[in-house]
T-cell receptor, first 114, second 115 residues
Framework: GNSVTQMEGPVTLSEEAFLTINCTYTATGYPSLFWYVQYPGEGLQLLLKATKADDKGSNKGFEATYRKETTSFHLEKGSVQVSDSAVYFCALSDRGGGGNKLTFGTGTQLKVEL | SAVISQKPSRDICQRGTSLTIQCQVDSQVTMMFWYRQQPGQSLTLIATANQGSEATYESGFVIDKFPISRPNLTFSTLTVSNMSPEDSSIYLC????????????FGPGTRLTVT
């Protein structure tokens, strides 16, 4: 079956530091990959996506590249801000056999300090 | 994107009772989903709400415990029945938009506490 593995948190960084949150996946088909963000007390927001190999998703300074050869979709940001403090979820959707449902990783909490 | 609302936003319920959560979307969508997020955990899919037919439940979730209705293309309800403290979670609905790459958008969630 499908699965998503994320690096464990919490990740604590100083403002303006470089961020990487690792995500690897297992899927039987050709999934689409997503990063969602959950700010404290709020619901999930779609941060970025990639639908095929070598696609790069980007939004709000965050980037992730769909790497089929390493089955990875690592989230990066060059300079984090305190406002980026949130929980980040990697997810995949197997449109073919998976019925479009999302499989989530366990989430990685990011804390950014001044 | 889509604008999704849920009611109630939070509730505190007694064990043994039931709570119905509503999910409303501002446009017609084919696929709606219900997820559970237990405290400090990731999201787990409960079921896919199908318009005009019974919901499709994931392993570990049953209709008697989580009955779902989907009367039209903009609305769905999830009922948490005969609640126990283990049902304390955030319940989220989501919708799948076929345009723009099959993106799922989530409602704000319903925070349920069972005492």
């Amino acid at each position: 079956g499908n699965s998503v593995t994320q690096m464990e948190g919490p990740v604590t960084l100083s403002e303006e530091a470089f961020l990487t949150i690792n995500c690897t996946y297992t899927a039987t088909g050709y999934p689409s990959l997503f990063w969602y963000v959950q700010y404290p007390g709020e619901g999930l927001q779609l941060l970025l996506k990639a639908t095929k190999a070598d696609d790069k998703g980007s939004n709000k300074g965050f980037e992730a590249t769909y790497r089929k050869e390493t089955t990875s979709f690592h989230l990066e940001k060059g300079s984090v801000q305190v406002s980026d403090s949130a929980v980040y979820f990697c997810a995949l959707s197997d449109r073919g056999g998976g019925g479009n449902k999302l499989t989530f990783g366990t989430g990685t909490q990011l804390k950014v300090e001044l | 994107s889509a604008v999704i609302s849920q009611k109630p936003s939070r509730d505190i319920c007694q064990r043994g009772t039931s709570l119905t959560i509503q999910c409303q979307v501002d446009s017609q969508v084919t696929m709606m989903f219900w997820y559970r997020q237990q405290p400090g955990q990731s999201l787990t899919l409960i079921a896919t709400a199908n318009q005009g037919s019974e919901a499709t439940y994931e392993s570990g979730f049953v209709i008697d415990k989580f009955p779902i209705s989907r009367p039209n293309l903009t609305f769905s309800t999830l009922t948490v029945s005969n609640m126990s403290p283990e049902d304390s979670s955030i319940y989220l609905c989501s919708v799948l938009l076929l345009t723009g790459g099959y993106e799922q958008y989530f409602g704000p969630g319903t925070r349920l506490t069972v005492t």
